[in-house]
């Protein structure tokens, strides 16, 4: 059993909540907190410790974790020194110890003290998550971020004009390029957080970058130099709001979304506008519309590639072999791989 001395001890002074059995303390019901962070200093001072049932206290409490900041594998082990408010001395069995926030390990009564020592173990914390300290841009295309500690990659989003721009974007890497979504002149930002690498379930919260002001020049420039991004792979069916044939219907006109002309299919945006020669990012996917506003599904050539819409769906489709019969792919980006 590690001594009173050790460097890690420290004096604490909790108030006792109930009565004991004469002059017997034959329970014990201990309530831990903590507040500590993958990456953060290791310390005592950061659990808290109140003892919910007999006359007793807790006297010192040591911090068993040697290492001087907390690892992502890290399990943080404490010994709890317990004395008796009132000159009872101490006969519990294991049964009758209940630690609330931590795992009892073992306990025993040290005579030549006259203190009853528990030893507790606290969750992992391979299942926490550091946070980002930090968002920022490299170039007024490429963001970048303070990485997190035990992140099994990062979830982020981009806004334009303080509205969100499609879905959320993952990756593995502490940066990424937006380029292929920066597209058009504006105020951006980003959105970033970190997700744990055992347990998506368990994110850190955003953290929002500066902003960067793209003008028409370099809105420009990346229209030249990206690709329109990628969506996650093939899609089936196209999701259509209230179709109607031209003209047919005396409503037409208070419609949006995806509209039905004979065969061929168009976008009509909330604002009553509708988009030509170029792509459009519509639920999470691409499409391409002709000068005329109607979709294009097949080959189309854009800034000097290939991209290929799926015939069915209309949506650009990424890493795969286009059903065209010739076995062509797409990358990633939807560009043909010559």
Known sequence: MMGLAAAAVIALAVPFASLADGNVINRITLEVTADI???????????????????????????????????????????????????????????????????????????????????????????????????????????????????????????????????????????YDWGSYMRAEGTYYYKVRAVNRRNAAIRSSWTDSATVILDSAAAEQNRQKYPPPAVNGPVTGTTVGQPADTGAQPYYHDMYGWIPEGERWWYRNEDGSYTTSNWQFIDGKWYYFDSKGYMVTGWIDWNGKSYYCDPESGAMLVNTIVPDGLGLRVDSSGALIE
Request: proline fraction near 4%.
């Open 37 to 175: 962070q993958v990456g953060g200093a290791c310390s005592i001072r950061d659990f808290g410790f109140e003892v919910l049932s007999e006359e007793c206290e807790v006297r010192e409490a040591e911090l068993l974790n040697t290492n001087k900041v907390w690892g992502s594998d890290d399990v943080p082990r404490i010994i709890v020194y317990l004395r008796a408010t009132d000159g009872e001395t101490f006969d519990v069995k294991p049964s009758a110890i209940r630690i609330k926030g931590a795992d009892y390990e073992y306990g025993h009564y040290d005579e030549n003290l006259f203190v009853y020592v528990l030893q507790i173990r606290l969750p992992s914390l391979r299942e926490q998550v550091g946070g980002i300290t930090e968002a920022y841009w490299n170039s007024p295309a490429a963001a970048a971020w303070s990485p997190a500690a035990n992140a099994g990659y990062y979830e982020i989003q981009l806004y334009k004009d303080d509205k969100r721009q499609g879905s959320s974007v993952t990756t593995v890497s502490a940066n």
